[in-house]
């Protein structure tokens, strides 16, 4: 009896044993997991970091070969490219970032200053091309604006494109062809929705307007007066980056008045 006694506590034994090992077995591969999905994590972030670094060289491609171009054509570069192709690559890269921004972009270039009917020109060419003491120091500093006007923009952005929301929903209120009736009346109960349950934020703008644009797309093929408008509009939501600005939120306003002054006939 003692001896049967014996075996019964080593097989519990054994099962605690097995339990603990399965436990411990669940633990590890519940921290296998979480490693494998932070690895993933990290090599998803590496990528966007890698495809950044991608664009901003892009950007600064385009600007070399900007300058390429003025030293073959031997002509003057306006001061306002250079200041739109460094935005340009700034904006750019801008889009690529998580919880971070660009906090600065300088550029310093050695040129010739050349004014022709009261404008600024820079006279880029090859070393050694200008004497030393007529070449100027152009530098370019680039910041980001404060947050509160930067935000205050986007309000006044987001606000316009509601206000163009509106007279939208009242151009499609109106008679419109009996063949694009159908089509209409959609592209009018979207448009209501979107101002019934407007974005929250300018980065909601893209998702919410969506509908809409499928709704006009639909009556701009009954419509082909329509269709440029149309078009246009579905440029400009595409073209809306991650943050976007009051520059890009009022261009998709313009948009949606556009394509509402076609509806309304005028």
């Not at 935005?87 to 010739?112: C, F, K, M, P, Y």
């Not at 939501?237 to 076609?262: C, F, K, Q, S």
Request: neutral net charge; charged residues 25%.
């Amino acid at each position: 009896m003692a001896e049967l006694d014996f075996y019964r506590r080593q097989a519990t034994l054994a099962q605690v044993r097995a339990e603990v090992a399965e436990a411990l077995a669940q633990s590890l591969r519940r921290e296998r997991d979480a490693a494998v999905a932070e690895r993933a994590a990290l090599e998803r972030d590496n990528a966007r970091l890698k495809s950044l670094v991608e664009k901003l060289a892009g950007q600064l491609g385009e600007v070399r070969e900007k300058l390429k171009e003025a030293v073959a054509r031997r002509r003057g570069v306006a001061v306002e490219e250079i200041l739109q192709a460094l935005l340009q690559a700034l904006e750019a890269g801008s889009r690529g970032l998580r919880d971070r921004v660009i906090a600065e972009a300088r550029l310093d270039l050695r040129a010739a200053l050349q004014v022709e009917e009261n404008r600024a020109g820079l006279q880029v060419a090859a070393p050694g091309l200008f004497p030393a003491q007529s070449l100027s120091t152009l530098s370019l500093s680039v910041r980001p604006l404060p947050p509160e006007l930067w935000e205050e923009g986007r309000t006044r952005g987001l606000g316009a494109i509601l206000q163009a929301a509106q007279a939208l929903q009242e151009a499609l209120a109106r008679e419109v062809p009996p063949a694009a009736a159908k089509e209409a009346a959609a592209a009018l109960a979207r448009i209501s929705a979107f101002l019934a349950d407007p974005p929250a934020s300018p980065e909601a703008v893209a998702g919410a307007v969506k509908g809409v644009v499928d709704g006009l797309s639909s009556l701009a093929g009954r419509l082909p007066e329509l269709a440029p408008a149309a078009r246009d509009l579905a440029d400009r939501v595409a073209a809306l980056p991650l943050m976007p600005g009051e520059e890009h939120l009022g261009a998709l306003a313009t948009a949606l008045a556009a394509l509402a002054r076609e509806i309304a006939g005028g």
